[in-house]
């Protein structure tokens, strides 16, 4: 392991002092302005159904934890010859929400925006017509996943102590 301390005597507090205190303007300098950005990869959820007459529910999650559903593909094995009604309710401890849909194309996007905390549950249905049934649904949603600022916290840490190490070098 590298010796912070290399370059200056042991026995001195303050060459100790001066080291560190230039180590510490070298990185403020780098870091001036500078900012971090995480990336948080969004989870798809999804499901296919296939059948002679596909109605009701046909995707059930549960979170584990909060976040929110941003945007969302709904095909059909067909184009639908009328509406099909496509429904997402969220329940969960706090308050429940839902989102509908009236779909008539083979596939649509949508972008419900919902947020969930840990433990919701959420349930897509579908209502056809009687006249024209559904045999193939395909369905495919993405959740964000909320990151905890200890995260954030811990990668600055680490780069921080990276930073320093390279200054040590300079």
């Known amino acids: 392991m590298r010796d912070l301390f290399k370059n200056s005597p042991r026995d001195n507090p303050e060459k100790r002092m001066d ?74 401890s706090y308050e429940a929400a839902s989102k509908g849909y009236n779909v008539i194309k083979k596939m649509v996007i949508v972008e419900p925006m919902l947020n969930v905390k840990a433990g919701d549950c959420l349930e897509i249905s579908i209502k056809p017509d009687d006249v024209d049934p559904v045999t193939e649904v395909w369905i495919s949603f993405l959740w964000v996943p909320e990151v905890g600022e200890t995260f954030i916290k811990q990668f600055l840490v680490e780069e921080l102590e990276n930073d320093l190490l390279e200054a040590e070098t300079e």
């Open 19 to 92: 080291f560190m205190e230039t180590v510490i303007r070298r990185v403020a300098r780098k870091y001036h302005g500078a900012k971090s950005k995480a990336l948080i990869t969004p989870f798809p959820i999804s499901s296919a159904t296939f059948g002679e007459k596909v109605e009701g529910p046909i995707l059930r999650y549960m979170f584990p934890s909060d976040g929110m559903v941003t945007k969302g593909i709904i095909k059909f094995g067909k184009k639908p010859k009328s509406e099909v009604f496509v429904e997402l309710s969220m329940a969960g």
